[in-house]
């Protein structure tokens, strides 16, 4: 980690499309290869961010921060500012909770089958090792500096959240860091939903006047969402009409909070919202998802040339995601990516999964294979983006 006298200036330059320095360096661990692949190599080297902090009750405003000094004899003493603190709420209505039905596995039982006696016969089992283990040494690279990915669309239902929530998750899995989510789509965003959360306390916009820089993980970790893996989650909202999070707001709380995660996932709002332009700005890499649809297509591919008249990186350091929310999509998958290739950024399919088109939380053990290889591989090159950010 880097001089923590300097880190607020580091962080700020780079709100503001400043430096970052590289994520290479001596000490890199090994790879630890995902579910079902066999571990190769040494044990993975210490980790170099605390482990995995037990989040304690904010219940104080000033939680972690010095004591205010005194003031002068026969002076009247300042008075602290008052803090609201939030109650909790649940993220899903137990009224509606009630509804949902047994998730489903993302293959048909058929299919899972025919892959189980393919890779007894064949040898695509050692290509899927050796591309699990290449996908693994990626994620685990170390950083100096925490690394920030923004999620976007430029309309909605176009599986942001998802592929966010798929990102965080994957990131958490393999890295030994701490790993933390950050909503800031606050109109009733449903990332707390895919990750799974129960009840929501505090907010991006509440913590923004709340976490100092000189707090630590452990007392930081007081205002969040614990997940699994190492992960953590910062709301948007609790699910209410009407907040907001403007973007003085947003800058404050990431300046305090990514100097503590060795990687950030943001799920902005859809483009081109205010709060989600400074975020794509800020980021040392880019997703921008759209549904696998013939005016999806035609959309991404006008902010695509639009973008071309940017800085190189930015275009550079982006990656298009086609969302399949349907088993038979409308358009040919090859001739749109190679469409949307030729303005010079990468593409991605995220075929059509059973488990995540019925909605509600992500759990990775029911994802169809096709959907677990897809978020590895697109993990893996998004990070690989953010490391070039210099």
Not at 101 to 125: D, L, M, N
């Amino acid at each position: 980690m880097p001089n923590r006298d300097n880190w607020q200036g580091d962080v700020l330059r780079d709100l503001r499309g400043g430096a970052q320095p590289s994520a290479q360096g001596p000490g890199a661990q090994q790879p630890v290869p995902g579910p079902g692949v066999p571990a190769q190599g040494p044990d993975p080297a210490p980790q170099r961010f605390p482990p995995q902090a037990v989040p304690q009750q904010a219940g104080a405003a000033t939680h972690g921060n010095p004591a205010p000094q005194a003031a002068p004899q026969g002076l009247p003493q300042p008075s602290a500012p008052a803090v609201r603190t939030p109650d909790s709420r649940p993220v899903v209505d137990a009224k509606l909770a009630g509804a949902a039905r047994k998730p489903r596995h993302g293959e048909t039982f058929a299919t899972r089958t025919v892959r189980a006696i393919r890779r007894t016969v064949s040898s695509s089992a050692a290509r899927e090792v050796a591309e699990a283990t290449r996908a693994a040494e990626l994620l685990q690279q170390p950083v100096t500096t925490g690394r920030q990915i923004a999620v976007t669309s430029i309309r909605g239902g176009a599986g942001k959240s998802t592929v966010a929530a798929l990102l965080g998750t994957t990131y958490a899995h393999y890295r030994q860091d701490p790993v933390l989510l950050v909503e800031a789509d606050p109109a009733l965003g449903s990332l707390p939903i895919r990750l799974g959360a129960e009840t929501l306390r505090w907010t991006a916009g509440d913590v923004a006047d709340i976490i100092q820089p000189q707090m630590s993980l452990l007392d930081i970790t007081g205002y969040l969402v614990q997940l699994r893996d190492n992960a953590w989650l910062l709301p948007g909202s609790q699910g209410q009409i009407g907040a907001m999070l403007d973007t003085r707001s947003y800058e404050r709380a990431m300046v305090a909070l990514r100097r503590h995660f060795g990687v950030t996932v943001v799920d902005c709002e859809t483009l081109p919202a205010e709060v989600a332009r400074v975020a794509l700005t800020a980021s040392q890499a880019r997703v921008l998802t759209t549904p696998a649809t013939l005016d999806g297509v035609a959309s991404t591919h006008a902010v695509l040339q639009w973008m071309q008249g940017l800085p190189p990186h930015v275009i550079a350091g982006t990656v298009v995601v086609l969302t399949e929310q349907a088993p038979r999509p409308g358009i040919d998958l090859v001739e749109a990516a190679r469409l949307l290739q030729a303005t010079g950024t990468s593409v991605h399919v995220l075929p059509y999964d059973r488990h995540l088109a019925a909605g509600g939380p992500i759990r990775t053990e029911l994802l169809a294979h096709s959907t677990r290889q897809t978020a590895a591989r697109l993990a893996a090159e998004v990070f690989q983006f953010s490391q070039k950010r210099r």
